[in-house]
């Protein structure tokens, strides 16, 4: 592993200046300079770091004979180790006598922060990798091999915790993935995709009402701290690990048919869009276009849209006479009428349930797609 760059490199020069006023060069294991507080000298060789490399150990320089080598100036010239190894020298330009007391403290600074970038670095390729996973876990979960859950093992991911799928698409991605992420379980996982956020969330699978109550809380928080609309839809409980996969499907779909639906709504659950999720599958396979001639057909003569109000009134109330005229501010007889005049134009009778289900799905076909 290559574990100095020129950009971390600067960066150690530029930090371990501040802590003394001198300059400061690091060397990587090859005796290039490759950071240094005067540009004019990175890409050049300095040959003290190159005794320091092959000595292991540190080399100071006087003024007389840094006249003698290449590319050096009086100075301290310290290595910088990590696990044990040396992986670059660090340099301390100026008189040995009036900088020895700063060498111990910059050579352990420059360390310091080649440990953190090593580190920093290690968790984002974890980050990464866990990121691969998941998202092979939702798009592929029929080929999860062996060597794939060696890896989830490594990353301490837990497959057998319940969990469902929710989408999460907001107006300011970074601010509020960011916000999202910190307010999360350790057992929650996430991945982000281009056009939203999915979250692999916990949950009590006998309980699982208790979810609804932590997103409207998400969403209320989102709104009113981070200043960004969310929108949020949720996926059902699956057991199986592939249950994951059909768990986020439904998370899109309900997406989607959701926004047409209820575009008014923060949160969209697929327990409560399954019928408009079960079409949207059915017309990506070319079906249910038949049921779409209903709508149109009541479309045409329907110039004020009286009939389809009426009908998806009907449906709303169940067939209550009572409520649905309320509701509509209409008489008995004027729904009546208009339930004859749904049945002449399409053939379909809405107070016969199997005619009735034929005309909402087409209506419904119709919103969605």
Request: no cysteine; glycine share 6%; charged share 30%.
């Amino acid at each position: 592993m290559k574990f100095l760059d020129q950009t971390l490199a600067q960066e150690i020069v530029n930090r371990t200046m501040k802590i003394i006023n001198r300059n400061i060069n690091v060397m990587n294991d090859k005796g290039v300079i490759i950071g240094s507080g005067d540009k004019t000298r990175i890409d050049s060789i300095h040959e003290g770091a190159i005794r320091v490399i092959e000595n292991q150990s540190g080399f100071e320089i006087e003024s007389s004979e840094a006249e003698k080598l290449h590319g050096v100036k009086a100075g301290i010239n310290l290595p910088i180790k990590f696990h044990d190894q040396i992986v670059g020298v660090i340099g301390i330009t100026g008189v040995p006598e009036e900088i020895r007391s700063y060498g111990e403290l910059v050579k352990m600074a420059a360390e310091m922060i080649l440990q953190q970038a090593v580190l920093l670095d290690e968790m984002q390729w974890d980050e990464r990798l866990k990121e691969e996973l998941i998202s092979q876990l939702l798009h592929d979960p029929e080929n999860l091999d062996a060597h794939y859950f060696e890896r989830v093992k490594r990353l301490g991911i837990d497959l057998d915790i319940p969990r469902i799928a929710i989408i999460v698409t907001v107006e300011d991605r970074p601010a509020i993935f960011k916000a999202i992420r910190d307010r999360l379980q350790k057992e929650d996982l996430y991945i982000m995709q281009p056009d939203y956020l999915v979250l692999l969330k916990k949950v009590n699978e006998k309980n699982s009402a208790n979810i609804q109550r932590e997103l409207e809380h998400v969403v209320g928080f989102l709104e009113t701290k981070e200043g960004g609309r969310s929108k949020i839809s949720v996926g059902s409980y699956h057991p199986t690990l592939k249950g994951l996969a059909d768990s986020y499907q439904e998370a899109i779909l309900t997406s989607a048919v959701g926004r047409r639906l209820d575009p008014q709504k923060m949160i969209y659950f697929f327990e409560e869009y399954k019928i408009p999720v079960f079409l949207a599958k059915a017309n990506k396979l070319g079906m249910g276009g038949e049921l779409a001639d209903y709508y149109h057909q009541l479309k045409k003569v329907d110039k004020k849209g009286e009939l389809v109000e009426t009908l998806l009134a009907y449906v709303e109330e169940n067939g209550d006479i009572h409520t649905i005229t309320g509701k509509l501010f209409i008489h008995r007889n004027t729904l009546r009428y208009r339930l004859d005049r749904i049945m002449d134009v399409t053939g379909k009778d809405p107070r016969k349930v199997k005619d009735l289900l034929e005309l909402y799905l087409s209506v419904i076909i119709d919103q969605i797609m």
